[in-house]
Nanobody, 120 residues
Framework: QVQLVESGGGLAQPGGSLRLSCAAS????????MSWVRQVPGKGLEWVSG????????YYQDSVKGRFTISRDNAKNTVYLQMNSLKSEDTALYYC?????????????WGQGTQVTVSS
C-alpha cells in the first residue's frame, strides 16, 4: 500500500522542540523528493521544507530557516523534520508529502497530517 504516515506532533512550549517523522511505504522512497507542508485554519498551505531524493539539496521557508532541519534516511524510508525554537506561529497541521514545490499540485501523495501546537 502506497502511503505516508506521520508521527511526532503534539504540544510544545514556545522555545521548545519537536521532531516529526514520516514513514513511507509502497514505493521506492529513494527516488522521490519529499516535503513538509503545513496548514493553518483559515490560511493557505505553506511549503515548510523539502529535501531531494538523495539529500543533496534542501529548501526552507524563510520563517523556519535556522530553526527547522529536514533530513531523511533512505534505508529506513523515513523523512524527518526537527523543529527547534518553536514559536506560536508554527502551530499548524503538518503534512508529509511526496514532491517538491510551492503549490499543492506539486505533491502527489500526502500523509494524514500531525498536529503541532505551540503554546505556554
Amino acid at each position: 500500500q502506497v502511503q505516508l504516515v506521520e508521527s511526532g506532533g503534539g504540544l510544545a512550549q514556545p522555545g521548545g522542540s519537536l521532531r516529526l517523522s514520516c514513514a513511507a511505504s509502497g514505493f521506492t522512497f529513494s527516488n522521490y523528493s519529499m516535503s513538509w507542508v503545513r496548514q493553518v485554519p483559515g490560511k493557505g498551505l505553506e511549503w515548510v521544507s523539502g529535501i531531494y531524493n538523495d539529500g543533496s539539496a534542501t529548501y526552507y521557508q524563510d520563517s523556519v530557516k535556522g530553526r527547522f532541519t529536514i533530513s531523511r534516511d533512505n534505508a529506513k524510508n523515513t523523512v524527518y523534520l526537527q523543529m527547534n525554537s518553536l514559536k506560536s506561529e508554527d502551530t499548524a497541521l503538518y503534512y508529509c508529502t511526496r514532491g517538491w514545490g510551492l503549490s499543492a499540485d506539486k505533491y502527489d501523495l500526502w500523509g494524514q497530517g500531525t498536529q503541532v501546537t505551540v503554546s505556554s
